[in-house]
């Protein structure tokens, strides 16, 4: 049995997976860390966890973690070397990196006879060729202080590429895929033969697509805008782009769920919020298709991409002449192919699993 770990600064969330059964296994969130009502830590957050886990025997623990910058392109056996390098790259990753440092430390100091995983969501992406990794700005400046795309999503894009192929009975090396990661967070990729090569978000996970209360793409000159004439320092000016932007900027809620019910009853505000979603969506698409040549498979997942079917049909309205279709019917019904018969491009909708994913390259590592 693999534990999986996704620690963040105020929880736990845990999954056992058995990788010969993927619907067992006990699974759980511990909140509230730190909090009045809850835990007092990190550590008494993972003694609670394998109280509950009992006897339950555990191979490893993989731990997910965002950023692992340009030193980590594939999952790594923790030590303290690595531990100190994680440390090294918090400032890629403020808001994420410290709460999985956090729980690494207490995962090992409970089960220090297991070997302990760090999975990355940038690892995925190492593949990307430079002309899509680099920003046209100062080499000298970038290389010092590694500023280049470095993707996320990875261990979804990558499940979900290759459950993708299963469906469709192709292998995955001859596909070219454009995965559509939409939950709180969004990202698009353009995947070619299961490698990532062009992907939305950048040296954060801020860039790219409209999500729930991120921004997105963004005129970069719009911080030093609202730092001139608002006031607003950088520190400020970075709240309003990760906590109060995307939809929750736009609508007033974060939730695509409300803003769906919102807009069908005449919200303008939700009906706006969620044109400005999809559009920029579509114009993923787009550009995604230009830089992979030809496509096999668009491939919809995460919350508001497995369940929302408006969302996934005004995305794609008037791509019809690239073969791009959705059948009102199908994707109304919730079907795993949601294009028509024949079509071109299939569109999929494929449930992401990060924890198995997470588990699988746990397993490869330890037993590898």
């Known amino acids: 049995m693999i534990l999986v770990l996704n620690s963040g600064s105020s929880s736990v969330k845990f999954r056992v997976v058995d990788l010969d059964d993927p619907t067992a296994g006990e699974r759980g969130l511990v909140e509230k860390i730190g909090e009045p009502g809850g835990v007092p830590d990190h550590a008494a957050a993972m003694e609670q966890v394998l109280d509950g886990l009992g006897a339950i025997p555990i191979e490893a623990v993989g731990h997910r973690i965002v950023h692992g910058g340009s030193r980590f392109e594939r999952p790594a056996l923790v030590d303290d070397a690595v531990l100190a390098a994680l440390r090294e790259l918090i400032p890629l990753a403020p808001l994420h990196n410290p709460g999985g440092i956090i729980g690494i430390e207490a995962a090992r100091e409970m089960l220090p006879a297991v070997p302990h995983v760090a999975v990355f969501d940038t690892a995925f992406h190492a593949t990307l060729p430079q002309a899509a990794a680099t920003y046209a700005i100062d080499r000298d400046l970038a290389r010092r202080y590694d500023i280049r795309r470095f993707g996320f999503h990875g261990t979804s894009c ?11 009975g192709r292998p995955l090396e001859e596909l070219n895929l454009i995965v559509l990661h939409l939950g709180n967070g969004a990202s698009a990729t353009a995947v070619r033969g299961g490698r990532s090569v062009d992907t939305s978000m950048g040296l954060t996970p801020l860039e790219g697509l409209v999500m729930g209360t991120r921004s997105g793409d963004l005129d970069p000159a719009v911080g030093s805008y609202l730092n001139r004439v608002a006031g607003m320092d950088f520190a400020a000016v970075d709240d309003v782009l990760l906590r109060h932007a995307g939809l929750l900027g736009l609508a007033g809620v974060n939730d695509m769920r409300t803003v769906l019910e919102r807009r069908a009853a005449g919200d303008e505000d939700a009906a706006l919020a969620f044109d400005v979603y999809c559009h920029r969506i579509r114009k993923y698409v787009g550009a995604y298709h230009a830089v992979l040549g030809h496509l096999d498979a668009i491939v919809f997942t995460a919350g508001v991409g497995e369940h929302a079917p408006a969302v996934r049909a005004a995305s794609l309205a008037g791509l019809q002449a690239w073969g791009i279709e959705v059948d009102e019917a199908r994707n109304a019904a919730g079907e795993r192919i949601v294009s028509p018969d024949g079509a071109r491009v299939a569109v999929c909708v494929v449930p992401t699993d990060e924890e198995y994913s997470i588990a699988e390259q746990t397993a490869a590592l330890i037993r590898g």
Request: hydrophobic share 55%; aromatic share 10%; proline share 0%.
């Open 158 to 168: 990558a499940y979900v590429a290759g459950r993708t192929a299963t469906l469709l």
